[in-house]
């Protein structure tokens, strides 16, 4: 068997155990052993996983080396093996329930050991893969609350590349923003039954942290089909790349898949900020529909998730996800206060100042400059904060603030300039 | 019965009427209070906004024409209709905080109890808030948006524009306790006309003619001011003679109307170049303007055309007769198509666009330095004006 439809099936059968074990709604362990031997036996793969009998074996043919000095693993079999860490990282994501506590002597989670029997001892390889070490998911949890978690493990983790969060990186909760966004197809939709689950995550890592990576412009963006990692589809991507990132203060410079792996640009990214991604997409029953079919409420979908996300995000991170044209208003914020405030404080009218005062709820006695101009800036640009993304509401109320006049007609907006055609009996007045 | 002329019996456009009040400055700090007060109430609502500010337009399609039911003064006036000046829209958000700048800044002046004039006021902002406003042009434009916001006179925010009108001929002025001024006798450039409109209201006018029959007062442009002043010409034909050096500003067309006030049976004549733009000076003077169309309307005066009309076109030489620029006709075009103008100025002006010729006063000395005077002369002795 050639390495590579070895690899397929042995990836089917780990993704077809954890199916396995989410299904069965019960606690789980699951164990993955990929075993090599040194003489002329193929090594062999087994996959368990409990409470469901029969450990699946794969016979693995492996060209043995014959290096002298060291036991060195074939390439291949290397490379095979990091697959299979890679699926597992990935499909970690997903959070599938597992206990917490087992009576054997092998640590709790899934476990994934490679090993060599016989050989060169200490040459034995082991990897573990612990799920809900850092950030426990009750039971209960849905499966967007599994895949919100599941992200938060893999980013703090280094991709689930380490057992534990990076406590360089993440030293606590507050670096990470997260948001995540579900949507389904209508009941009476052709494709009824089929959930989009999308989760984004912002986060902050210090340029002076060891694990700091100057490639963060790029996110990854994980794709998983029925609780199974696999390649992302056309209409998805057609779907991020159609979503109005600018709304969100993110420019989208490009997308570009290479051998599975999904990678979006992004432009002006500080670099200590570093997005990561999800899609999920999966039938809450299984049914067979024909792919054609699927690609436009996937596309619809995936957007619609993505932005609720991306909403969440905004909702929770207040300032944080401001699309360019509010952070360009904002920049006028300070000037428009200091402005204000300087019309009230060079004023001699001590009614006067007391009534703003007692509008912004500040107390009279101590007013110092600084406090009327910060209290209203913060309010301007909570206010712009608050409506970024929002239509523009009409505001009567400020129309006719200071003429109370009924024949006061429509408002048309006027853009920034006067007529040049103007010329007589207007712009020659000085 | 001058007052009544003026006021009540105009029922309809008084009521489209859009003026710019003027107020003591305690009254405009009053209005700018307002306007804070308001903006913070907004700010800090349960549901708290950025208030738009409304400001009347300043564009023809708000502008209206009030002809005089007892009087032959017809004006434009700008009526209510409103644009609005919003941050939220990032790329007049400048603006925005333009109007708050000024407005502070004339609140200062005001309670410092000061003027200012605008060019002082635009090295003021200049320096305080370097980038937002880089031209006089832009700080101009962000007053009238503070007059149209407010609905108060310029002068009332405390700000003095700089006149460069003059006054000239039978006329004696005299400022509140100060010496009285011969106009006959001021030199070739007569009497500078302040801006300051409070100090132009208190001059005492009086002239020494009202017996007789041809004094006029005449708007001029500059170089033929000067010509007409030193050749003394308003001792051979009794009058007054006024220049804008250019476009009217409000304070020549303040002190022109005072002036009409004062001598009401002295007819007032205007000698322009021939060319759209001397149409448009004298239309100003004549029904006020646009851009300043809250205040201007109060001193339209009853102006007539006096020269250069296309009947003395044929006095000029051929080569004297310059070919209409682009711009001339664009204001051609404007003034064609205002309702305001009466008949025969559309004639005239149909016949420069039509030769696309212009000419200008000047050229008129080609029948010697003193043809000018007798020019007027004749045309005033046989009423030769529209």
Known sequence: MEVSSVQRLCLHLISAAFQRCRVSEDLCRLSVVLKRSSDSDPSTVRISSILHCAPIELAYDVRAHKHADVALISSTFMKFCHEVIRFFQKILVLKIPVSSTFDSDDVDGFCFEISEEGGVPGSQYRKVFLANECNPVPFSASNVERLKSGLEDYVMKHGNSLHRKCDSCFPNWEHLK??????????????????????????????????????????????????????????????????????????????????????????????????????????????????????????????????????????????????????????????????IAGLILSSNDSEFQEECFSILGLQSQNIINEIVEDSIQQKIISVIQMNDGKPLRSKEAASSFLFEDERLQEPNIQEEEYDAGELVFSSLDF | MEDLSKSSLNFFADQQLCSADILSPLEVRARIEVSVINFLKILNSPDPAISDLPLINRKSSNSRVSQGLLTDVSWIF??????????????????????????????????????????????????????????????????????????????????????????????????????????????????????????????????????????????????IFQRLTEDFVFNQIPSILITAKGYPDIATRFLLHRLNRAFPDLPILALVDWNPAGLAILCTFKFGSIGMGMEAYRYACNVKWLGLRGDDVQLIPEQSLLPLKPRDLQIARSLMSSEILQENYKEELSLMVHNGQRAEVEALYFHGYDYLGKYIAKKIVQADYI
């Open chain 1, 178 to 339: 997260v948001g995540s966004g579900r949507a389904c197809c209508a009941e009476s939709h052709r494709s009824a039954g089929l959930q989009m689950e999308v989760v984004i995550i912002v986060s902050e890592i210090s340029e002076t942290s060891p694990c700091f990576r100057s490639s963060s412009a790029e996110t990854e963006v994980l794709y998983f089909k029925d609780f199974s990692p696999c390649p992302i589809t056309q209409s998805s991507l057609t779907a991020l790349t159609n979503i109005d990132w600018k709304s969100y203060g993110l420019v989208l410079k490009s997308i570009a898949v290479q051998g599975g792996y999904t990678a979006l640009e992004w432009e002006n990214l500080p670099p200590n900020i570093h997005i990561d991604m999800v899609l999920h997409c999966y039938h809450k029953q299984y049914q067979f529909t024909p792919p054609g079919q699927k690609t436009r409420s996937n596309r619809n979908l995936i957007k619609k998730a993505a932005k609720l996300a991306l909403e969440d995000l905004k909702e929770k991170h207040a300032g944080a996800f401001l699309s360019a044209h509010a952070l360009k208003i904002c920049s006028y914020a300070p000037d428009l206060a200091r402005t």
């Open chain 2, 78 to 223: 700008l009526s209510h209709s409103f644009c609005t000046r919003s941050l939220t829209k990032s790329n007049a958000a400048k603006a925005f905080v333009r109007v708050w700048k000024v407005m502070e800044t004339c609140f200062q002046i005001l309670s410092q109890e000061k003027r200012v004039t605008q060019r002082e006021l635009f090295y003021k902002l200049l320096c305080d808030s370097p980038e937002y406003f880089t031209s006089q042009l832009q700080v101009n434009r962000t007053i009238q948006d503070v007059i149209a916001l407010l609905h108060c006179s310029r002068f009332s925010l405390g700000i003095v524009a700089s006149s460069r009108g003059l006054v000239a001929g039978r006329l004696m002025l005299q400022e509140p306790n100060q010496e009285v001024i011969d106009c006959s006798a001021c030199g070739s450039s007569g009497y500078s006309i302040s801006g300051d409109l409070s100090l132009l209201e208190k001059l005492d006018l009086k002239t020494d003619a009202r017996q007789h029959q041809h004094l006029t007062h005449g708007c001029l442009q500059h170089a």
